[in-house]
Every structure is written in structure tokens, then in C-alpha cells.
């Protein structure tokens, strides 16, 4: 069984980092998409950020320039780097990772709370 295994939640202050991890017992060669997810208490889940295996990347508007997706493919690693972080930054955050065969694994998710 795929598991993906996060890592790197916490709390920050406003303005402060925090960088997640997601690692997959799959070879990263397989996977054509890694993506992070975010869901806030009483909101949809929603895409935040996302890089495809040619190494290109998009995210969701409220967090560009802000946060930097990349991966490791050695380590079997997706990473998160968010800087600036903002109130609204809170929520769940999920990893998700979709491979060139059409399956899709999801992380157990990991808590990121910003406060003063």
C-alpha cells in the first residue's frame, strides 16, 4: 500500500515560515503531479499549489510569491516553503500525489496554524 507521509506543520506567527514535507514509498519517476491542498475549518479543500514532473508549476493566487513548491526526486520528496505567512494561511494541509497510470494518493494531512 502507497503511503505518503507528511511532515512539518506547526504554529507560526504572522510574517513567519514554515516549510512541509511529503514523502512517497513510490519513485517519484511514476508520479506526474505533486500537489499540496489546503482545507480551513468550515471551507472546501482547495488547490494551493502544484508541479508536474517537466518541473513547471502554478498555484492559487492568494499564495503566489509567497510559496515555493519543488521536489526532490531522489528522496521521493514534495516540499512546501511558505514564507509570509498570513492568518488566513490556516488550515489542514494535504499533500496529493496523481501518477502517470491514473492512480492518486493523498497524505494524512497536517496542521498549520498561524496566530499572534
Known amino acids: 500500500q502507497v503511503q505518503l507521509v507528511e511532515s512539518g506543520g506547526g504554529l507560526v506567527r504572522p510574517g513567519g515560515s514554515l516549510r512541509l514535507s511529503c514523502a512517497t514509498s513510490?519513485?517519484?519517476?511514476?508520479?506526474?503531479?505533486m500537489a499540496w491542498y489546503r482545507q480551513a475549518q468550515g471551507k472546501q479543500r482547495e488547490l494551493v499549489a502544484q508541479?508536474?514532473?517537466?518541473?513547471?508549476?502554478n498555484y492559487a493566487d492568494s499564495v503566489k510569491g509567497r510559496f515555493t513548491i519543488s521536489r526532490d526526486n531522489a528522496k521521493n520528496t514534495v516540499y512546501l516553503q511558505m514564507n509570509s505567512l498570513k492568518l488566513e494561511d490556516t488550515a489542514v494541509y494535504y499533500c496529493?500525489?496523481?501518477?502517470?497510470?491514473?492512480?492518486?494518493?493523498w497524505g494524512q494531512g497536517t496542521q498549520v496554524t498561524v496566530s499572534s
Open positions: 496529493r500525489m496523481s501518477t502517470f497510470e491514473g492512480a492518486v494518493d
Open positions: 508541479i508536474m514532473s517537466s518541473g513547471s508549476t
Open positions: 513510490r519513485s517519484t519517476f511514476d508520479i506526474w503531479n
